[in-house]
């Protein structure tokens, strides 16, 4: 069974296309959007019983994300300062945990199963 071609009438396809420009403009802004948010993300790995790298500067607002690159091990990613406090709970390999950091000061990321390991966190 053939399927009939569509036509558009020429006074249509003068708003057709503005249409189709602007929707295709709207699409690009949007992806340039999410990889701004994206780069402007930090990544911290946790593996070996060390967090990688063992320290940042931020900026307050900003969010770490903290992976755990082990196969084999729990981690547990908390600090208690002050001012600021937060608590991932167990975290399983493979799990990822963003963290934002809403207050400026500088803040220490430690496992709560591994006590050597820390993270050194200057938020401006």
Known sequence: MAVPALTI????RRTLVPALFALAGGALCGLCL???????????S???????PDALAITRGDT??????????????????????FDSGDQEPGS???ITFTQKGTF??????????????RVN
């Open 46 to 52: 946790q593996k070996g019983r060390t967090f990688q």
């Open 108 to 121: 220490q990321v430690l496992c709560g199963i591994h006590p050597k390991m820390k993270l050194l966190v």
């Open 9 to 12: 009438p020429a006074t249509g």
């Open 34 to 44: 999410v990889g701004r948010l994206e780069a402007s993300g930090h990544t911290v």
């Open 96 to 98: 990822r945990t963003p």
């Open 64 to 85: 770490i994300t903290v992976v755990n690159d082990d196969s084999d091990l729990l981690h547990h990613a908390f600090v208690e300062a002050a001012t600021f406090s």
